[in-house]
């Protein structure tokens, strides 16, 4: 029957590539970067970085990129920028919106982001537009030797990256020295999930459920395939064990590896990560080649790295973060209730976490020892009379 109503062409299989959500969770420490200022400055990383964005997309008209920052005290969108339709139209130009709790944020590319702000020099009174802001970079309408939406991708990333550094007070510079690595995770992943959902929508038959499942194979249908890279130049993370490995064990769920590029310093929970996505960690000794690791390893999708041989590490760090201290032990005690890891003995013997009272037994206590039984020596003078008689 599907030959005569001519409805054979729905069961055929595509032959296109599937397309690729790359999200970049870039660290922008001010704190790491000053101390990489002399052999990789962070201007310099951004030019790399956005030469691997180009080129990530152009590999397929129908791959997507995201890029979160992960600051010292907050993780921010660079590209695409959320925007709330209810604020009015003279908060347009501004590069991050506040989103009012229970609000879903909608994200928009740069060619949105610039029909708002066309928008709003329109509604201007008397036709006389507001000069910008010192915080956004000049226009590059008229520059025709850039691709189009190369040169939005990049504008809008430069102009919330400026934001964000200008931003930036001494009080937030002088209170911590680490970076929000869970939260931009989170984000992360959070944004995955949706535009997943969406593809799934338009992409999964018409027919199906939410999450696409229209009756085919999975084999038979085109699966978006997400990954996040991780650019982090910000020493340990323990303060933030918990977080961390609630987003590890949610992309290893999702099937979502996190490649890690570590630049500078160390982090036993990016190897974990790295280890447990089966993603791909490198931490290079000469960040001066920031682009060619960031295309000779990172450029190639899942379904590429099956014909390739990506880098892999040998040793990964396994050690855990305590519940009291937030510091990485190698011998800790560990709650058999809630699996909740402590340096010392909690206080009366009872979890931080879930308040169980813990048997310790004799813990601290010195071993009783047994005394051993002598044994009794024969009479060795008996048995030499006995043989000379």
Not at 25 to 32: E, F, M, S
Not at 106 to 119: K, L, W
Not at 242 to 255: L, V
Not at 354 to 373: D, E, S, W
């Amino acid at each position: 029957m599907n030959a005569v109503d001519a409805s054979e062409h729905y069961e055929k299989n595509s032959d296109e590539p599937p397309p690729s959500l790359l999200t970049i969770v870039l660290d922008t420490n001010p704190h790491a970067w000053s101390l990489l200022n002399s052999t990789l400055p962070l201007s310099k990383a951004i030019a790399n970085i956005l030469v691997f964005i180009n080129a990530h997309l152009a590999f397929n008209n129908a791959n997507k990129i995201a890029v979160v920052a992960s600051h010292s005290q907050r993780a921010q969108w660079l590209y695409p920028t959320p925007h709330n339709p209810h604020h009015t139209v003279a908060n347009a130009d501004a590069p991050q919106q506040n989103v009012a709790d229970g609000e879903d944020a909608i994200m928009i590319d740069g060619s949105s982001s610039s029909a708002v702000r066309s928008t709003k020099q329109k509604a201007v009174p008397n036709g006389i537009a507001s000069s910008p802001p010192p915080t956004q970079s000049p226009a590059t309408s008229d520059d025709a030797n850039k691709y189009r939406p190369f040169r939005l991708i990049e504008t809008e990333i430069l102009t919330n990256l400026r934001s964000l550094i200008f931003s930036t007070t001494e009080g937030d510079l002088t209170s911590t020295t680490t970076t929000m690595m869970a939260g931009a995770l989170t984000l992360a992943l959070a944004y995955i999930n949706k535009q997943t959902q969406e593809y799934n929508e338009f992409h999964g038959g018409g027919g199906g459920d939410r999450g696409g499942n229209d009756g085919r194979e999975p084999e038979q249908r085109t699966m978006l395939q997400s990954r996040i890279l991780v650019l982090s130049v910000s020493g340990d993370l323990a303060f933030q064990y918990i977080p961390i490995m609630n987003c590890i064990f949610a992309a290893q769920r999702s099937s979502i590896p996190i490649d890690i590029l570590k630049l500078h310093g160390s982090s036993a929970f990016l190897q974990q990560a790295s280890d447990a996505t089966l993603g791909t960690y490198l931490s290079p000794t000469t960040p001066q080649g920031l682009l060619q690791y960031l295309l000779m390893t990172f450029l190639p999708d899942q379904s590429s790295r099956q014909h390739l041989i990506p880098p892999t590490q040998v040793n990964v760090d396994f050690r855990a973060a305590c519940f009291c201290h937030r510091r990485v032990v190698d011998i800790g005690f560990v709650c058999s209730i809630c699996l909740s890891i402590f340096c010392t003995p909690p206080p009366d013997a009872t979890c931080l976490t879930c308040g169980t009272h813990l048997a310790l037994g004799n813990y601290g206590g010195r071993p009783a020892v047994i005394p051993r039984k002598k044994k009794k020596r024969k009479d060795r003078s008996n048995a030499v009379e006995g043989a000379t008689t």
